[in-house]
């Protein structure tokens, strides 16, 4: 995980305040949370030098309710996300 090397190294640096990750195209979040917590080889956690402070969802509200409503999205979502349970 290249972003967790440099994201450190941004962090040691200390000249920032806050960094921003910009996650297009992952509808899970939980993902980009669980990169904080991860440890790599040597023990290395990107929880040692920077904390989740905040995260943000974008959700196209237009479209929410006809999509999430539409039985080809249940069942494409079924798909994704239901057989891993």
């Known amino acids: ?12 640096e200390g000249r920032f305040d806050y960094l921003l990750i910009e996650s297009t ?3 899970q979040t ?3 949370a ?3 917590e991860f440890r790599d080889e040597k023990g290395v956690s990107l929880a040692d030098v920077a904390r989740l402070d905040t995260m943000v ?19 494409r979502s ?7 349970r």
């Open 1 to 12: 995980m290249i972003y967790l090397k440099e994201v450190r190294r941004l962090a040691l």
């Open 25 to 27: 195209g992952i509808s």
């Open 30 to 32: 939980l993902p980009v």
């Open 34 to 36: 669980a990169t904080f």
């Open 57 to 75: 969802t974008v959700v196209d509200a237009v479209n929410l309710l006809n999509d999430f409503s539409s039985h080809d999205f249940l069942q």
């Open 78 to 84: 079924w798909r994704k996300f239901g057989a891993r």
